[in-house]
């Protein structure tokens, strides 16, 4: 076809589609587009779509819907299944961002949405005729093309902020998952699991950009759509609904993982977050205690890992709000509702436990290997071995702190804290005191074998990150640990010393109340001691007459890991900086 052989096509095709023409001619416009337009060429698309009636998409989506559901074929219109052509012609524009943003695609949304909850319940063949179950594999097949095709739009931001301020366009979709059975369910939770994790990402870039922080408006609306998720993921507890638990526990993952605590704190200024907790917390708990009544099958350790994960997840972002007692889900037992949070804290020490013990039956590389081979390859087996550890200490992390506000706030009636079982409080001191015991033994051996190269901090931060925090946080709380943790504190002074801006800074902040704690044992005032630190004049009188002093103070570790804490340069680097500067 010549160049104006093609533009007169062009012109055709967008005469017909324009508002004027009648709903034939622009369905024979929209069949005409794919036979004369590539599927690549931006710009004939963009003149198609410019000229498009954006209000005729929307009644084939709608029209094709009310066809698929009733069964029926629309004597108006015949050829291809309009809603087959409605989603096609979609996905072409989809397809390229540029066009994907526009209003006669975007506006679309909330049809495809319902296009996606369209699938009918799975239909027992024994029950239906061969036209009802013809009718139903293609509604769920129309279904799942529309799914893509939200998720092509959902790559822009303009489509995730739609879905924010219009959530309730994907409450159909949550509910049609509830009420397939699970081979059907599976492609519409990969979609949300998708959704979901835009959307999260989209909040936490915006909340990054400071002055651009997302509106109340997009956070409540985050709240609202993984709430109902949450909701479902909570009260899913029949045999038939168990597969659809577990596809959930992923969703939820993917939810959560962009978000950090600044996010979960500007979350929660805007919305209520307490019922979304609970529902995931009772939904954690009845999985992971699924393991403890059936531990011989395989599939259920599969499940309680990924339940695992999700618990870290939502520990790390509001830990308060897990564990509290006043913060009780749909699916919750009386029981659950007393002690989920703890129960969630227990396995975790006792699977942070199971992971040292793994990574300890196999040995480190030592230095040779090291500076052969690197540490991913030689050790790669052993910190697979060990890959809950990061969580489960994550996990006891967040519950310390949490602890560790609880007795400024048990007096105050109106504050959450105040309904906390003392009893039981320090009952998992006790656990994650064995857990902590466990992550000492776990770097003493590696310093001892491997010492503090820093390829091993490079080849497995999120372990060695995790652990320093756990360890710090209990070695700021009972000095009982103290002696056997002295060799291990040469080991992260040289990880913060050595590593870049990011974890030196983040293990710095792990040890701090450590340093200061063991400061404070011994009546040592901390900024007197940092003074001399820095005209390096340790002159600081300490007082170890009662048996809770720390055994650190006094000591040349401790007295490197406090200047790596403080940022203050040791002789060796002073002299180092000098030597540097004369050349």
């Given amino acids: 076809m010549t160049s104006d052989g093609r533009s007169q096509q062009l012109e055709k095709c967008a005469r017909l589609l324009s508002s004027k023409s009648t709903d034939d001619e622009k369905l024979a416009g929209l069949l005409l587009v794919p036979r004369i337009v590539d599927a690549q060429d931006v710009e004939s698309l963009d003149y198609i779509l410019s000229a498009m009636d954006g209000r005729f998409i929307e009644r084939l989506l709608r029209t094709g819907m009310k066809q698929a559901t009733e069964q029926t074929n629309s004597p108006a219109i015949a050829g291809p299944p309009m809603l087959d052509i409605a989603v096609s012609v979609v996905d072409v524009f989809a397809s390229h961002g540029a066009l994907?943003?526009?209003?006669?695609?975007?506006?679309?949304?909330?049809?495809?949405?319902?296009?996606?909850?369209?699938?009918?319940?799975?239909?027992?063949?024994?029950?239906?005729?061969?036209?009802?179950?013809?009718?139903?594999?293609s509604s769920s097949s129309v279904s799942s093309d529309a799914a893509q095709v939200l998720c092509k739009l959902l790559a822009t931001d303009q489509a995730v902020k739609r879905l924010l301020?219009?959530?309730?366009?994907?409450?159909?979709?949550?509910q049609s998952v509830g009420r397939r059975s699970p081979p059907n369910s599976l492609e519409i939770t990969q979609f949300l699991d998708y959704a979901l994790s835009r959307c999260s990402q989209w909040l936490h870039l915006q909340q990054k950009q400071k002055q651009h922080g997302p509106s109340t408006q997009s956070t409540v609306g985050w709240v609202e759509l993984v709430s109902s998720v949450a909701c479902l993921f909570a009260q899913a507890q029949t045999e038939r609904e168990l597969k659809l638990k577990f596809n959930l526990v992923p969703v939820l993952a993917s939810a959560l993982a962009p978000?950090?605590?600044?996010?979960?704190?500007?979350?929660g200024d805007s919305a209520s977050c307490a019922p979304m907790v609970a529902d995931i917390r009772s939904g954690c708990v009845w999985i992971m205690t699924v393991r403890q009544r059936a531990p011989e099958s395989e599939s259920n350790g599969d499940y309680f890992d990924q339940a695992l994960v999700l618990a870290s997840h939502v520990v790390r972002l509001w830990p308060h709000l897990v564990f509290s007692p006043a913060t009780s889900g749909a699916g919750d037992t009386e029981a659950q509702k007393a002690s989920g949070g703890s129960l969630i804290l227990r396995l975790a020490c006792v699977e942070g436990q199971t992971a040292?013990?793994?990574?300890?039956?196999?040995?480190?590389?030592?230095?040779?290997?090291?500076?052969?081979?690197?540490?991913?390859?030689?050790?790669?087996?052993?910190?697979?071995?060990?890959?809950?550890?990061?969580?489960?200490?994550?996990?006891?992390?967040s519950w310390l702190e949490w602890a560790d506000e609880w007795p400024d706030t048990q007096d105050d009636p109106a504050a959450e804290a105040s309904s906390v079982d003392e009893a039981a409080v320090y009952s998992m001191?006790?656990?994650?005191?064995?857990?902590?015991?466990?992550?000492?033994?776990?770097l003493r051996d590696w310093n001892e074998r491997v010492g503090g190269h820093q390829a091993m901090l490079a080849a497995s931060p999120a372990l060695v990150a995790s652990t320093i925090r756990l360890l710090g946080r209990w070695l700021a709380t009972d000095t009982k640990l103290h002696t056997q943790a002295l060799p291990v504190l040469a080991m992260c002074a040289g990880w913060i010393v050595q590593s870049d801006n990011k974890y030196g800074q983040a293990l710095s902040d792990y040890m701090l109340p450590s340093v200061s704690f063991a400061l404070e044992t011994c009546e040592v005032d901390e900024a007197q001691y940092v003074d001399d630190l820095k005209t390096h004049r340790l002159r600081h009188k300490t007082k170890k007459t009662h048996d809770f002093a720390s055994p650190w103070v006094g000591t040349i570790e401790f007295d490197d890991l406090a200047r790596a804490v403080y940022g203050i340069p040791s002789d060796e680097e002073m002299l180092r900086q000098r030597q540097t500067h004369k050349q």
């Fill in 100 to 137: 994907a943003q526009r209003p006669q695609i975007i506006d679309r949304m909330a049809s495809l949405c319902s296009v996606v909850s369209l699938a009918l319940p799975h239909i027992d063949s024994s029950d239906s005729n061969s036209s009802d179950s013809n009718s139903s594999v």
């Fill in 165 to 174: 301020a219009q959530p309730g366009m994907l409450a159909g979709v949550i």
């Fill in 259 to 267: 978000l950090d605590s600044t996010d979960a704190v500007a979350i």
């Fill in 356 to 397: 040292i013990d793994s990574m300890m039956i196999r040995a480190p590389p030592d230095q040779s290997s090291i500076q052969l081979s690197g540490v991913v390859a030689t050790d790669a087996e052993r910190l697979r071995l060990g890959w809950k550890l990061p969580l489960c200490a994550e996990i006891a992390a």
């Fill in 429 to 442: 001191m006790g656990d994650v005191k064995k857990l902590a015991e466990s992550a000492v033994v776990f």
